[in-house]
């Protein structure tokens, strides 16, 4: 018989005898050889480990919009046409690449705005928002311009929604001209600038005027609104 199928019957007989021969004359014997076994599995199942994880975000939906310079149209000559609210006068500040605006004056009837010292586009600058995000620019509603110590119904000036433009500054958007809605987008930082200017008017949203402009400062305030 060949040799390895001899060894193969002694291993046999020796399981055998020691497993099935002992177990007939001594159970207790293989209830130990069964019970080490179970024992050697259960070692071999408890190795895995386990480790807690953590897990974190950060929300930062809000930026900083600032206005760095404000919109001044100067010094003017200023007549208002209180025969006709249709009849009004318009002193345009243009934004560009520039730090000098563009100026340009209009006038329908007897009314008119004529510029004697140079003014300033208003300068708003956009930082600590996403990078390479698109935002909305939002310019004010219609207001009015006014001063103390006149009569009623005297001569204001009024800057119309629709009269806003603005010149971007940086970002993908670099030298575009947008109007009210338009969007401009950030640079790499999450940084933008924006020069705006608009349209002053003679008295174009009031009724017929009783007294024309008088030699002080005419002031308003509006509200710029930029958003994802």
Known sequence: MPLNLVLRNICFKTFYNLIIGDYMFNPNKITKILGATFILVSSNAALAATAPGTV??????????????????????????????????????????TATPSITSASIGASTITSLSTPTMAI???????????LEVTFPPNFTLITTGVPANAAVFNILNASWKGYIIGGTDDGTTITDGGFMETDSTGAVVLQVGTSLDTDILGATTTSGYVDQAYTGTYTMTVDY
């Not at 149209?73 to 243009?94: H, P």
């Not at 708003?124 to 698109?134: H, Y």
């Open 56 to 97: 974190s975000v950060t929300v930062q939906n809000t930026f900083n919009l600032t206005e760095t310079q404000v919109l001044d149209f100067g010094t003017i000559r200023a007549q208002n046409d209180n025969t006709n609210v249709a009849n009004f006068a318009s002193l345009i500040i243009t934004p560009n690449g």
């Open 124 to 134: 708003f600058t956009v930082d600590s928002a996403a990078p390479f995000t698109d």
